[in-house]
């Protein structure tokens, strides 16, 4: 079983930067994909970036150029730094994580198999 902890969100004004940590327990993390993903009232749960065990990066659209995604495999911690925020951004933040053996395939078409419990990440002015 994974454990997963998100710290680091708030409040903040359109512009501002933002950074988010989730520290996963149990072993093996390093050979783990990770992921954030976020949730808007009235929105599905939506990808918005994630990082392989070999620290190949994926992000939405929307994030793009704003967002980064970082892992330190020694701290067994990935990060999110969210720079330029707009009111849009405004959700619940969630870390996710495959289980260690998933393959790319698997990765890019299935959800992950554990889940934080979220974080509020509010973009206003």
């Known amino acids: 079983q994974v454990q997963l902890v998100e710290s680091g969100g708030g409040l903040v004004q359109p512009g501002a930067s933002l950074g988010l940590s989730c520290t996963a327990s149990g072993s093996n993390f390093r050979r783990r994909a990770m992921a954030w993903y976020r949730q808007a009232p009235g929105n599905q749960r939506e990808l918005v970036a994630r990082?392989?065990?070999?620290?190949?990066?994926k992000y939405s659209d929307s994030v793009q150029g704003r967002f980064t995604i970082s892992r330190d495999n020694a701290k067994n911690t990935v990060y999110l730094q969210m720079n330029t925020l707009k009111l849009e951004d405004t959700a619940v933040y969630y870390c996710a994580a495959w289980t260690a053996t998933a393959i790319l395939s698997t990765i890019a078409s299935q959800p992950p198999d554990y889940w934080g419990q979220g974080i509020q990440v509010t973009v206003s002015s």
């Open positions: 990082i392989t065990g070999d620290r190949y990066t």
